[in-house]
Antibody, heavy 123, light 107 residues
């Protein structure tokens, strides 16, 4: 059973960089055809896709965040990471790491989610 | 970006009712649509992918249909545990986007 677990600071000061890591257990991050994503959700609001990475290192980002986002993967540690720079209060949210399943070679949906971690941006 | 609009945003129903939630896309997304259920304080759970394929372990009272720009999620007979929030997501193009959510409440 695949499990994902987010880790990182729960409080980040404005203008600094938010850094989160997702550790994957129960399977190799390199095995199979999956992509690994970050999705966030402000309290009481809807879901926002941040970006995704393949284990090849190929990435796609949400243009609304693109200039501030970096997603990377460390296959040796079975982890992938998110960095979001120049944060403001608007970046306060629950951050989820996630794995997408593939169906007929196309990304079809997130079948595994981390439990989510609340990151608050405040001085 | 592709916009997804769910209707209704709020839905009141009773146990045993049949309900349908609609998700409309701002452009053709073929069948690249997923549906999720999210309970308070929990991560979303995948219900349906490829518009109509039931995810493993999901009860058969959930079904999805549609293609192009209009999609539906149907719950054939509501159970107490189904009263929560539902989201659609398009996976046709980047950035992936979600609908605004539909909150299903007990009447």
């Amino acid at each position: 059973q695949v499990q994902l677990q987010e880790s990182g600071p729960g409080l980040v000061k404005p203008s600094l960089t938010l850094s989160l890591t997702c550790t994957v257990s129960g399977g190799s991050i390199s095995s199979g055809s999956y992509c690994w994503s970050w999705i966030r959700q402000p309290a009481g609001k809807g879901l926002e896709w941040i970006g995704r990475i393949y284990t090849s290192g190929s990435t796609n980002y949400n243009p609304s965040l693109k200039s501030r986002v970096t997603i990377s993967v460390d296959t040796s540690k079975n982890q992938f990471s998110l960095k979001l720079s120049s944060v403001t209060a608007a970046d306060t949210a629950i951050y989820y790491c996630a794995r997408s399943l593939y169906y007929y070679d196309s990304e079809a949906g997130v079948d595994y989610w981390g439990q989510g971690t609340l990151v608050t941006v405040s001085s | 970006d592709i916009q997804l609009t769910q209707s209704p945003s709020f839905l009141s129903a009773s146990v045993g009712d049949r309900v349908t939630i609609t998700c409309r896309a701002s452009q053709d997304i073929s069948s690249y649509l997923a549906w999720y259920q999210q309970k308070p304080g929990k991560a979303p759970k995948l219900l349906i992918y490829a518009a109509s394929t039931l995810q493993s372990g999901v009860p058969s009272r959930f079904s999805g249909s549609g293609s192009g720009t209009e999609f539906t999620l149907t719950i054939s007979s509501l159970q107490p545990e189904d009263f929560t929030t539902y989201y659609c997501q398009q996976l046709n193009s980047y950035p992936r986007t979600f609908g605004q959510g539909t909150k299903l409440e007990i009447k």
